[in-house]
């Protein structure tokens, strides 16, 4: 449950146990009642949460409940309680990083662009982002064997748009480096290409 919400009820509570509350109190205590009743409590705020739920026909009418200190100190408890972890997923790019970070990252296809290379390398934490200049009409994987063949490059990722020349030399020059192939459909922004690397090659590359 939220503390800042808690500790705004507990605030006006006492208001009204000490007879200075006035109306806005009244309303700000059924408002905050309110919400946290629709709040699932953790296991830090049961107990709050079910004296909650018995005071809330009294709070409600404006009435302190009976057992109102025993409320207000359990607010207090809930409030010092430190609230629980929030479990945040790695976004695409760190799981991408995660499986190449320090190692080289070569991209065939597209028009190399130096902002797109730059944030390739800083995003996934490459050593090295390589993008060599490549020609769509008429395309020749095998002049890029060498860097295909590196051994601090972790996987090659080709590019749809050039693919549809060149695919058929990629997976054999790949195949026999043992690096993993990646095509990226559409676009080639970092989180597009993180994306690909994780759906595709997370099998070859995982750690």
Not at 80 to 106: D, H, W, Y
Not at 166 to 194: M, T, W
Request: aromatic fraction near 4%; charge should be neutral.
């Amino acid at each position: 449950m939220d503390r800042k919400l808690l500790n705004r009820l507990k605030f006006h509570l006492e208001r009204a146990i000490s007879g200075s509350a006035e109306e806005d109190d009244w309303d700000k205590i059924v408002a905050s009642l309110d919400s946290l009743l629709l709040q699932a409590p953790d296991a830090d705020t049961r107990e709050v949460a079910r004296l909650l739920q018995l005071a809330a026909p009294s709070l409600r009418s404006w009435c302190l409940p009976s057992d109102y200190g025993r409320l207000v100190k359990e607010l207090g408890e809930s409030t010092r309680r430190p609230a629980p972890a929030v479990r945040v997923e790695p976004s695409i790019e760190e799981r991408a990083a995660a499986l190449v970070r320090g190692r080289a990252l070569l991209v065939l296809g597209g028009d190399r662009r130096h902002e797109h290379q730059r944030k390739l390398q800083e995003l996934l934490e490459l050593s090295e982002a390589l993008w060599p200049a490549t020609k769509e009409d008429a395309p020749d994987v095998h002049s890029f064997e060498p860097l295909i063949a590196r051994a601090d490059v972790a996987a090659v990722v080709l590019l749809i748009r050039w693919s549809r020349h060149a695919f058929g030399q990629a997976a054999e020059l790949c195949d026999k480096h043992s690096k993993p192939l990646v095509r990226v459909e559409a676009g080639y922004n970092v989180a597009q290409i993180a994306r690909a690397l994780v759906e595709q090659a997370s099998f070859r590359l995982g750690r």
